[in-house]
């Protein structure tokens, strides 16, 4: 769900000013899950953009306000999420902590880092949001470890019907800055795309995991 269409907006286009987003529909991208992407999104990129990760940071801790008052703890999903995570959490004056996708072999054998109380109310930051997969592992890390998960709040999202299953199924409410249609239509505004470009962008859209059949 996204809150605010005027910060979905924003958001589209500060990602493909500072090129945490890229599209390459003619050379498509390979992700780790074997699917070819004419889109591909880092938002690792906004940390090293002082006014891009102050505006982030900002509306998202605005909007976690809005959503879920002052929950007792941040936890950021790692690693992509651990500084924007971190940045939320300082903002609202609250503790932190980062979900692994594995525990470490070795010493505590931690699959959460930092102190969490058990019972602890916990909003769970993520960068980006395709399938959902890996975002609520982390989920289900911290509701072993006796939290209690409040919802997540990420950057963006393809907005895969997947992801909204699975997110569906887990009984996890997800809410966004922006998502692929804003980004679509800021970079139209922007001239970044041509039309059989946007033709592209959008058949992919439909069907990610088989589009790379039909190239």
Request: a neutral charge.
């Amino acid at each position: 769900m996204i809150l605010d269409s005027e910060t979905a907006k924003n958001t589209a286009a500060l990602l493909l000013q500072i090129n945490a987003i890229k599209l390459r529909p003619e050379n498509p991208f390979s992700w780790a899950s074997g699917w070819k992407s004419p889109i591909y999104c880092d938002n690792r990129i906004i940390l090293s953009h002082p006014e891009a990760r102050k505006y982030v940071s900002k509306q998202m801790a605005e909007q976690l306000t809005t959503l879920y008052n002052k929950p007792d703890a941040i936890a950021g999903v790692a690693t992509g999420a651990i500084g924007m995570g971190l940045m939320v959490a300082e903002i609202l004056d609250l503790p932190f902590v980062y979900v692994r996708p594995e525990a470490k072999s070795h010493g505590r054998q931690n699959k959460i880092e930092g102190q969490l109380e058990n019972g602890a109310r916990v909003v769970v930051i993520e960068d980006l949001i395709s399938t959902g997969n890996s975002s609520l592992k982390a989920v289900e890390a911290l509701n072993e470890h006796g939290a209690q998960v409040m919802g997540m709040l990420a950057i963006f999202t393809y907005g895969f019907d997947t992801a909204s299953k699975n997110f569906s199924q887990a009984n996890t409410s997800l809410h966004t800055l922006s998502h692929y249609e804003a980004l679509i239509a800021q970079a139209i505004d922007s001239g970044r795309i041509e039309k059989d470009q946007l033709n592209t962008l959008q058949e992919w859209r439909k069907n990610p995991a088989q589009w790379k059949q039909t190239l």
